[in-house]
């Protein structure tokens, strides 16, 4: 999926009186008897809680995740204290507060009380809420049933071949979680390792068990984690937020996930229980390149440990066309491959606006076959970056399960480190002023990932 920011407001008649440098220029517009949903946002934000965090060692992955997510949530009380407060005392109940980005989020907030808030010195700046519209991947027609052969993806980056290595490997012990539409969980490629409980949040409707209303989850999930020859790591277990509905993401849903694959809850969402927090998490989703919105929580997840994955984005051939958060420094962005390794022209280009080479790497995501969501048995063909995006979850899980000690720069390594570079297809068009025979580049990235080098690297590496 790849999306595109919108802003919506409701505008009446006679607007916010002497306008504050903190307040957005959209809901400066904002006028009397409008209302908008916002963001509001905090001084130092987390950077200076992660900052602090990054010079600590832990014992295990639990105090790391424990630790971290206490740290945010005593900065965001601080922080908050005072605005809470007065939400409190204006009988504003329908607002939310998030310790992952220390941001506060008020449904239907209006003229005054925006005004109001952004008066708070702690107050850093009142944003709009963003909501994403999808475009969707594409969907190919077909009546082909592969039988549970292994799919062409899975051959290509050799990921079969791990699983026969000595000792086996398929992604056993480690957690694959997924920001997206939800997931089918009762699909025979997906049933059996579903983590169950603290697997599961719907921040729009509070469902009690997984589902997917668009079968885009499904579909990706299938790809890094299902059975039945469809999944790169079929021994790895799956756990799912729907940040996303049928047509789009609101950003207060988005962040709602974030939290929840850092500090996992109850479908309710109470009993936090961090131990319960994924390894890898796998975000087939992305906004307009340059945007932020995300990155508080990438840069949390990647405190606590957790490796972010991000599809590249599908506004290709156009360079500088790199998605956000994908286009994050640290992040791992995948760029879209098809079967003769050839790049696929809507796989997004970089360079981010950032300016990093983006996609970090490339794997198979044309017509890769993989679970639907519309039957417990049904199979179908879906491309885009979304669907290259869980081909790299998948060896990062492969890379964990391996050592599980591993940090997100070494699992960045390892990926690097098998890419296949002399087979691919190119065409010297160049972006960046990089063409795209020269590595890395912004259209393949690296290379396009090889799972056997990938792990048989760090097999000899831990031998050592």
């Given at each position: 999926?790849?999306?595109?920011?919108?802003?919506?407001?409701?505008?009446?008649?006679?607007?916010?009186?002497?306008?504050?440098?903190?307040?957005?220029?959209?809901?400066?517009?904002?006028?009397?008897?409008?209302?908008?949903?916002?963001?509001?946002?905090?001084?130092?934000?987390?950077?200076?809680?992660?900052?602090n965090l990054g010079n600590r060692s832990y014992a295990t992955r639990e105090d790391q995740l424990n630790d971290v997510s206490y740290n945010l949530r005593?900065?965001?009380?601080?922080?908050?204290?005072?605005?809470?407060?007065?939400?409190?005392?204006?009988?504003?109940?329908?607002?939310?507060?998030?310790?992952?980005?220390?941001?506060?989020?008020?449904?239907?907030?209006?003229?005054?009380?925006?005004?109001?808030?952004?008066?708070?010195?702690?107050?850093?700046?009142?944003?709009?809420?963003?909501?994403?519209?999808?475009?969707?991947?594409?969907?190919?027609?077909?009546?082909?049933?592969?039988?549970?052969?292994?799919?062409?993806?899975?051959?290509?980056?050799?990921?079969?071949?791990?699983?026969?290595?000595?000792?086996?490997?398929?992604?056993?012990?480690?957690?694959?979680?997924?920001?997206?539409?939800?997931?089918?969980?009762?699909?025979?490629?997906?049933?059996?390792?579903?983590?169950?409980?603290?697997?599961?949040?719907?921040?729009?409707?509070?469902?009690?068990?997984?589902?997917?209303?668009?079968?885009?989850?499904?579909?990706?999930?299938?790809?890094?984690?299902?059975?039945?020859?469809?999944?790169?790591?079929?021994?790895?277990?799956?756990?799912?937020?729907?940040?996303?509905?049928?047509?789009?993401?609101?950003?207060?849903?988005?962040?709602?996930?974030?939290?929840?694959?850092?500090?996992?809850?109850?479908?309710?969402?109470?009993?936090?229980?961090?131990?319960?927090?994924?390894?890898?998490?796998?975000?087939a989703w992305g906004g307009p390149p340059g945007e932020k919105i995300f990155h508080r929580v990438v840069d949390s997840w990647i405190a606590a440990g957790?490796?972010?994955?991000?599809?590249?984005?599908?506004?290709?051939?156009?360079?500088?066309?790199?998605?956000?958060?994908?286009?994050?420094?640290?992040?791992?962005?995948?760029?879209?491959?098809?079967?003769?390794?050839?790049?696929?022209?809507?796989?997004?280009?970089?360079?981010?606006?950032?300016?990093?080479?983006?996609?970090?790497?490339?794997?198979?995501?044309?017509?890769?076959?993989?679970?639907?969501?519309?039957?417990?048995?049904?199979?179908?063909?879906?491309?885009?970056?979304?669907?290259?995006?869980?081909?790299?979850?998948?060896?990062?899980?492969?890379?964990?399960?391996?050592?599980?000690?591993?940090?997100?720069?070494?699992?960045?390594?390892?990926?690097?480190?098998?890419?296949?570079?002399?087979?691919?297809?190119?065409?010297?068009?160049?972006?960046?002023?990089?063409?795209?025979n020269i590595f890395p580049n912004n259209h393949f990235g690296n290379g396009r990932i090889n799972a056997l080098k990938s792990v048989t690297k760090l097999?000899?590496?831990?031998?050592?």
């Amino acid at each position: 999926m790849y999306l595109k920011l919108v802003v919506t407001l409701c505008l009446i008649t006679g607007g916010i009186s002497a306008p504050s440098a903190k307040v957005s220029s959209s809901l400066q517009a904002i006028r009397k008897g409008g209302k908008a949903n916002i963001f509001i946002s905090f001084k130092d934000g987390t950077s200076t809680v992660l900052k602090n965090l990054g010079n600590r060692s832990y014992a295990t992955r639990e105090d790391q995740l424990n630790d971290v997510s206490y740290n945010l949530r005593i900065n965001a009380n601080l922080s908050q204290a005072n605005v809470i407060s007065y939400l409190h005392h204006q009988n504003i109940e329908d607002f939310k507060s998030y310790w992952i980005t220390n941001q506060i989020f008020v449904k239907e907030a209006d003229a005054d009380h925006i005004k109001a808030l952004a008066s708070f010195s702690e107050v850093s700046e009142i944003t709009p809420e963003e909501i994403i519209q999808l475009k969707p991947s594409k969907v190919t027609p077909t009546n082909t049933d592969l039988g549970y052969e292994v799919t062409w993806g899975i051959k290509k980056i050799q990921a079969d071949e791990v699983w026969g290595m000595v000792g086996g490997n398929r992604g056993e012990r480690i957690i694959v979680g997924g920001i997206d539409s939800g997931v089918r969980h009762t699909h025979e490629a997906l049933a059996q390792n579903y983590v169950g409980e603290y697997g599961w949040y719907d921040p729009y409707q509070y469902s009690e068990i997984p589902s997917d209303i668009s079968g885009h989850g499904t579909h990706t999930m299938g790809t890094a984690v299902g059975g039945k020859g469809i999944g790169v790591a079929p021994g790895a277990k799956w756990m799912a937020c729907r940040g996303c509905d049928e047509n789009s993401c609101s950003m207060s849903h988005l962040i709602s996930c974030g939290e929840f694959m850092l500090c996992p809850t109850l479908v309710d969402g109470s009993h936090r229980d961090c131990s319960k927090a994924p390894h890898i998490v796998n975000n087939a989703w992305g906004g307009p390149p340059g945007e932020k919105i995300f990155h508080r929580v990438v840069d949390s997840w990647i405190a606590a440990g957790i490796v972010p994955i991000f599809s590249n984005g599908n506004s290709g051939p156009n360079c500088y066309s790199a998605s956000s958060p994908g286009d994050h420094p640290l992040v791992i962005a995948v760029g879209n491959t098809d079967v003769d390794d050839s790049l696929y022209i809507g796989s997004s280009r970089g360079p981010a606006k950032f300016g990093e080479i983006k996609p970090d790497l490339s794997a198979p995501g044309t017509d890769i076959y993989s679970a639907k969501h519309t039957d417990d048995t049904a199979y179908g063909l879906q491309t885009g970056t979304s669907m290259a995006c869980p081909h790299v979850s998948g060896v990062a899980a492969l890379l964990l399960s391996h050592n599980g000690n591993l940090t997100l720069s070494e699992v960045k390594d390892y990926l690097l480190y098998g890419n296949e570079q002399s087979g691919l297809k190119k065409t010297k068009n160049e972006c960046g002023d990089v063409p795209d025979n020269i590595f890395p580049n912004n259209h393949f990235g690296n290379g396009r990932i090889n799972a056997l080098k990938s792990v048989t690297k760090l097999v000899e590496d831990t031998s050592l």
